[in-house]
């Protein structure tokens, strides 16, 4: 077994489809960002690579590479999981928390689970997802953009 955490953060920006977890969630701003932003991708991808001791999404998927302008999250996220196929590492289960004052997530979270555990290759049942606000706290809890926090435990074959 190996565990692995990944966190990340996205500004708030105008003009932007809003996407977590692989879902596009009605808003009227989206997050900032080279890619489509998903922060919630990018903490699971981080917290994977940390498990398979493989660094993190930047040294991976460079901000400076063209070819990730506006790519979508779960690309990296399968060529993650690709790298992890590689070392005969599977996903045991994920634990994912999102901070967000705004948009109310609940709605989305079923779906949130479903996408994921697809791209994760476990049943929905093993990839739990939370979300919480800071109260107003925070630069979450100012509205200023979302932070999302993932836990993944992997087995070796
Ligand atoms: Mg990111």
Redesign the pocket.
């Known amino acids: 077994m190996l565990i692995g955490q990944g966190i990340?953060a996205?500004r708030f920006a105008p003009g932007r489809r809003l996407v977590l977890g692989g879902v596009t969630i009605p808003h009227d701003q989206g997050l900032a960002?080279h890619s489509d932003g998903d922060?919630v991708v990018?903490a699971l991808c981080d917290a994977l690579l940390g498990a398979a001791g493989l660094g993190d999404i930047g040294h991976h998927f460079p901000d400076t590479d063209a070819a990730y302008a506006g790519i979508d999250s779960r690309i990296l996220l399968g060529r993650v999981m690709e790298a992890l196929a590689e070392r005969g590492l599977t996903v045991h289960n994920a634990d994912l928390t999102i901070a967000a004052q705004q948009p109310k997530l609940a709605p989305h979270i079923a779906a949130m689970r479903q996408i994921l555990a697809a791209d994760l290759g476990c049943p929905p049942e093993r990839v739990n997802v939370k979300a919480t606000t800071t109260e107003r706290m925070g630069f979450t809890g100012r509205g200023e953009g979302i932070a999302a926090f993932a836990v993944v435990l992997l087995e070796q074959s």
Do not use: K
């Open positions: 990340d996205h960002a922060v990018h």
